[in-house]
């Protein structure tokens, strides 16, 4: 064992002169005063000059001197071998060998080496220096053994009681008496506990403060700054860091810690059982949320689609803490913006980048999972999961009517607050979503209806650039009642009627499309110069085009009651369109 992985439980060198055997033969510091903090792991008495082969490191020698080499070469060969394995210091008894001190040459490789250099100027049997010194280890050794063990009894029992995150952090500030900081991997600080200190100075600069904590390894301590860091997860995914400060004062573990020393064993165990009642807390709030999720769309599923009896639906749904009976339900949606690329407009990017079959599900859990976040801190009961590739649904259970707009108010505000804390939902392009909401009703048999609502209001909302809260059904207008009515063969027939032509031209060309050139022309009220400039093309060439569409249209796009025709085809066609 080297000196480098003694334990820092072991007394050091500076703590067994202090003992009172050792006081007793009068000591004095001859050299090497750099390595009084070395800890020492056993006491060794020796008195032949080879002793170093047969020891392993951090021991602390002690001898009279009788069998030490007489020559100079001899002695320093002698230091030179005890610092090569690592010794934590040697102590020489006065008056057998040496009388007034020892030879000015030991001393001075001893200097050279940093290895402490004690003289005994007063005889001292070494029986009682090792047994006190013996005596110190075995009762530092079995104070961290306690302390070991209520460790392991303290995070066992956090973890079987799903201690959530703040909890766990605290019992570790409070075994340790260190401050304690759990982040995720983009170094935000998730929970802290100061233990006793000025939490503002501990939190602040955190991110650029962290991100200098580099430790090498899963666990490992960063002397530099002082922490003791260890990652936090499971099942080969990382999500986040443990810290605990280590500043290296004397109140734990025996005897005195000193700046820069490590932190006693214990806490490397503390830290790594924090780090386990962690991750499993995780998982199993994750693996309970998952099946809670389940349930909950099993249910949301019957209501929509008739599946189950309602009365089943409300007995499941009150087994799991929602009670829809004799409540005011509120159908809610909840989707993400997306312009479609078939409309002749702009796809967008970020969407387009997700379109992979791994990045659809995972970005519709990530928006359950902020759905199921804000109706928690909005304190809302409700049935919610995903009810479709693209949608959320919830069905808010609310006291009374007079409670509908607060709570879709205070639901919607909710979300986005968790949206801006998450950083997946961070960026344009990505962090736009819809909230839709039907029509409020007062029986479990109704609220297929309020669902529908929702999700219709949601799908025609996605083309309305109005930034609101929570759209509901008046806000969507005349799109909203093509939405309704879009699987009607009639309207169909009257798409057709308007568009056919030009659908069909655009279907022949399909790199020289021409229904965004219209769409952007009835969308600026028929104002040329404004359509050409949205479009991005000088006014001759948005000129040329709209006279094309005239012709394929065999259509006058100076009359305002032709342009009104075609506008309301154009808002069928995407309420047709919408999947």
């Known amino acids: 064992m080297t000196e480098g992985s003694v334990s820092p439980v072991f007394p050091t060198v500076r703590e067994v002169l202090a003992l009172d055997p050792v006081r007793h033969g009068a000591p004095r510091l001859v050299a090497g005063d750099a390595g009084l903090d070395r800890p020492v792991r056993w006491v060794h008495v020796a008195e032949v000059p080879d002793i170093a082969s047969l020891l392993g490191g951090g021991e602390l020698v002690l001898t009279t001197g009788i069998g030490l080499p007489a020559d100079d070469a001899g002695l320093r060969a002698f230091i030179a071998d005890l610092a090569g394995v690592g010794v934590s210091g040697l102590v020489v008894e006065l008056g057998r060998r040496y009388g007034t001190g020892v030879p000015r040459v030991m001393a001075v490789a001893a200097e050279r080496r940093g290895l402490p250099l004690v003289e005994l100027r007063r005889a001292t049997p070494f029986v009682r220096i090792t047994e006190a010194v013996h ?5 530092a050794q079995l104070h961290e053994l306690r302390a070991t063990e209520e460790i392991h009894q303290r995070f066992t029992e ?20 260190c ?21 503002d100075l501990l939190l602040d600069g955190w991110e650029q403060h962290s991100r200098r904590i580099r430790p090498t390894g899963r666990t490992a301590y960063d002397v530099d700054s002082g922490w003791l860091v260890t990652t936090v997860g499971a099942r080969g995914q990382d999500w986040g860091r443990l810290l605990l400060r280590w500043p290296g004062r004397g109140d734990l573990g025996a005897g005195t810690a000193h700046p820069g020393s490590a932190p006693p064993t214990r806490l490397t165990i503390l830290v790594e059982r924090a ?12 693996d309970a949320e998952g099946l809670e999720r389940q349930l909950h769309r099993t249910l949301l599923t019957a209501l929509l689609d008739h599946s189950r009896p309602v009365d089943e639906v409300a007995l499941r749904a009150r087994a799991l803490g929602v009670t829809l009976q004799r409540r005011h339900l509120v159908g809610v949606v909840v989707r993400q913006r997306r312009d479609d690329p078939a409309d002749g ?28 976040h804000a109706l928690r801190e909005a304190k809302l009961t409700a049935l919610t999961s995903a009810i479709d590739d693209q949608a959320v649904g919830a069905l808010l259970a609310l006291p009374d009517a007079a409670a509908e707009d607060a709570a879709l108010a205070a639901f919607a505000a909710a979300l986005r607050r968790v949206r801006l804390n998450t950083p997946a939902w961070r960026g344009p392009g990505v962090d736009e979503v819809i909230i839709a909401a039907g029509s409020g009703v007062d029986s479990l048999r109704e609220a297929r209806r309020s669902l529908i609502e929702a999700r219709q209001v949601a799908d025609t909302a996605r083309w309305d650039r109005r930034d609101l809260p929570v759209f509901r059904l008046p806000h969507v207008g ?14 169909q027939t009257f798409v057709e009627r308007q568009l056919g032509a030009l659908l069909a031209h655009d279907a022949r060309h399909p790199r020289d499309p021409l229904l965004g050139t219209l769409r952007a022309y009835l969308d600026q009220g028929r104002n040329k110069s404004a359509a050409a400039a949205a479009v991005h093309l000088s006014r001759p060439a948005f000129y040329e085009r709209l006279a094309r569409i005239g012709h394929i249209l065999d259509a006058d796009l100076d009359s305002v009651d032709t342009c009104l025709s075609l506008h309301v085809a154009l808002l069928a066609l995407d309420a047709i369109r919408v999947p």
């Open 158 to 177: 956090l973890s079987v009681d799903g201690a959530d995150p703040a909890e766990v952090v605290r019992q570790a500030a409070e075994l340790s008496g």
């Open 345 to 372: 407009g702009p796809a967008d990017a970020a969407w387009s980048a997700m379109d992979s079959p791994q990045a659809g599900p995972a970005r519709l859990r990530d928006l359950a999972e902020a759905v199921g």
């Open 135 to 139: 005596a110190l280890i075995v009762d």
């Open 478 to 491: 005349l799109a909203g009642l093509l939405h309704l009515l879009r699987d009607e063969p009639r309207v």
């Open 179 to 199: 401050p304690v900081v759990l982040e995720n991997l983009s170094r935000q600080v998730l929970a802290y506990d100061p233990a006793g200190e000025n939490a």
């Open 275 to 286: 780090a386990s009642a962690l991750a499993l807390g995780r998982l199993i709030r994750r």
